[in-house]
């Protein structure tokens, strides 16, 4: 099986399965278990620290050192352009929803989700039903959530794309472990589209549907961070950078501080630890 063949169909199964994972059990899923969610969300974002630090940067580092002897400086526009490009997504993803809800307009609430049911959206559909809104406009609130998220799938797909690029391809190789991660981070992401679609009126079967296929950019992204990486030198640098970022964005503006907030308690930080040393076992095994 070729290399582009292979990192096709683990990003199919990372952006598509976890998105339609979360869609699946997105009606099931109990909203009374923040410390559970929490200590998985650390654990994952302490693999992400290991593998952008022992990885991706190192393997930035090393392809700039060939280029020229000022290469460390696009490393770092790289980066920082991956978190720009991160954090502007979801800026925007969270102007666009935090106003549907009063709690989280409120004077003291954090910037960031502190209970599952704000995490996978089940608090719009709660404010929605207080309201008596109609389920119009639960449904489009759904979608206007399914299409956030599409777009945010392509710079994670990069990620996934820049890792297999140093890599082989084999079992723990980098790319392999942000698939998975990425797409372990995806659960709560199809749910939060997938519980505004069905009770908006959706049939369960077209909402999983709608949302599996809001994964599907990811691959998208895939490619492209394999392509820059596997062209030339230059591109090596980008794609390794701006995967850095994006991974960086996302652990400690997402997921570490949700991840705290789930739980509120010093536990999280020791799952980060172990995650981190996981992820050194990952690299270097």
Request: charged content about 10%; proline content about 3%.
């Given at each position: 099986?070729?290399?582009?063949?292979?990192?096709?169909?683990?990003?199919l199964l990372a952006g598509v399965g976890g998105a339609g994972i979360g869609a699946l059990v997105g009606a099931l899923f109990r909203t009374d278990s923040n410390r559970t969610v929490?200590?998985?969300?650390?654990?994952?974002?302490?693999?992400?620290?290991?593998?952008?630090?022992?990885?991706?940067?190192?393997?930035?580092?090393?392809?700039?050192?060939?280029?020229?002897?000022?290469?460390?400086?696009?490393?770092?526009?790289?980066?920082?352009?991956?978190?720009?490009?991160?954090?502007?997504?979801?800026?925007?993803?969270?102007?666009?929803?935090?106003?549907?809800?009063?709690?989280?307009?409120?004077?003291?609430?954090?910037?960031?989700?502190?209970?599952?049911?704000?995490?996978?959206?089940?608090?719009?559909?709660?404010?929605?039903?207080?309201?008596?809104?109609?389920?119009?406009?639960?449904?489009?609130?759904?979608?206007?959530?399914?299409?956030?998220?599409?777009?945010?799938?392509?710079?994670?797909?990069?990620?996934?794309?820049?890792?297999?690029?140093?890599?082989?391809?084999?079992?723990?190789?980098?790319?392999?472990?942000?698939?998975?991660?990425?797409?372990?981070?995806?659960?709560?992401?199809?749910?939060?589209?997938?519980?505004?679609?069905?009770?908006?009126?959706?049939?369960?079967?077209?909402?999983?549907?709608?949302?599996?296929?809001?994964?599907?950019?990811?691959?998208?992204?895939?490619?492209?961070?394999?392509?820059?990486?596997?062209?030339?030198?230059?591109?090596?640098?980008?794609?390794?950078?701006?995967?850095?970022?994006?991974?960086?964005?996302?652990?400690?503006?997402?997921?570490?501080?949700?991840?705290?907030?789930?739980?509120?308690?010093?536990?999280?930080?020791?799952?980060?630890?172990?995650?981190?040393?996981?992820?050194?076992?990952?690299?270097?095994?």
């Open positions: 099986m070729s290399l582009f063949l292979l990192l096709t169909i683990v990003t929490s200590l998985l969300l650390a654990f994952a974002g302490g693999v992400m620290i290991s593998i952008v630090c022992f990885s991706l940067i190192t393997g930035a580092i090393q392809a700039a050192d060939e280029i020229s002897s000022v290469g460390i400086v696009w490393v770092i526009l790289s980066i920082i352009a991956g978190v720009a490009i991160l954090y502007t997504l979801n800026l925007v993803i969270d102007r666009r929803s935090r106003h549907e809800t009063s709690h989280a307009t409120s004077v003291g609430h954090p910037a960031t989700h502190d209970a599952l049911d704000e995490l996978i959206h089940v608090d719009h559909l709660i404010e929605h039903q207080r309201n008596k809104d109609s389920r119009t406009a639960l449904y489009a609130a759904g979608m206007m959530i399914a299409f956030a998220i599409t777009l945010h799938n392509i710079p994670e797909g990069m990620t996934i794309g820049a890792g297999f690029v140093i890599e082989n391809g084999h079992l723990l190789s980098t790319g392999m472990v942000l698939a998975f991660l990425i797409g372990f981070q995806k659960i709560p992401e199809g749910m939060a589209i997938s519980v505004p679609l069905i009770c908006g009126g959706m049939k369960r079967a077209r909402a999983v549907l709608i949302t599996a296929a809001s994964g599907i950019p990811t691959v998208f992204g895939a490619w492209l961070g394999f392509w820059l990486g596997d062209t030339w030198a230059l591109g090596l640098v980008v794609s390794l950078g701006f995967a850095s970022g994006a991974m960086l964005y996302i652990v400690f503006g997402e997921i570490l501080p949700q991840s705290v907030l789930l739980c509120r308690s010093k536990l999280p930080a020791f799952f980060v630890i172990v995650g981190v040393l996981t992820g050194l076992l990952v690299t270097f095994i």
